[in-house]
Nanobody, 122 residues
Framework: QVQLVESGGGLVQTGGSLRLSCAAS????????MGWFRQAPGKEREFVAA????????YYAHSVAGRFTISKDNAKNTVHLQMNNLKPEDTADYYC???????????????WGQGTQVTVSS
């Protein structure tokens, strides 16, 4: 079992930055691929970014590539999402996710956090 707790959401103006954090429980954090998803009001949840268990490989949705950076600290059991040049369309609830199987981290991860809200004002 993995428990995930997100933090760092908030209100920011267009062009601003936010850094989301996800703290994970469990001693096997280093074996899990991690990811971030988001869900805007009235829309389906969508993949944002993912990182391999070692942190060496990263994956991004086209809509955030070049603006968002995912990172993983296995020593601190945390994963971060640095979001730069934010746009109003980035407004959503952001969810941290984990999965032992790297093939599932961008689609249907096994473990989810409760989410943190990000609002980008125009």
């Amino acid at each position: 079992q993995v428990q995930l707790v997100e933090s760092g959401g908030g209100l920011v103006q267009t062009g601003g930055s936010l850094r989301l954090s996800c703290a994970a429980s469990g001693r096997t954090f280093s074996t899990y691929a991690m990811g971030w998803f988001r869900q805007a009001p009235g829309k389906e949840r969508e993949f944002v970014a993912a990182i391999s268990s070692t942190g060496l490989n990263t994956y991004y949705a086209h809509s955030v590539a070049g603006r968002f950076t995912i990172s993983k600290d296995n020593a601190k059991n945390t994963v971060h999402l640095q979001m730069n040049n934010l746009k109003p369309e980035d407004t959503a609830d952001y969810y941290c996710a984990a999965d032992f199987k790297p093939s599932d981290i961008t689609t249907m991860p096994d473990y989810w956090g409760q989410g943190t809200q990000v609002t980008v004002s125009s």
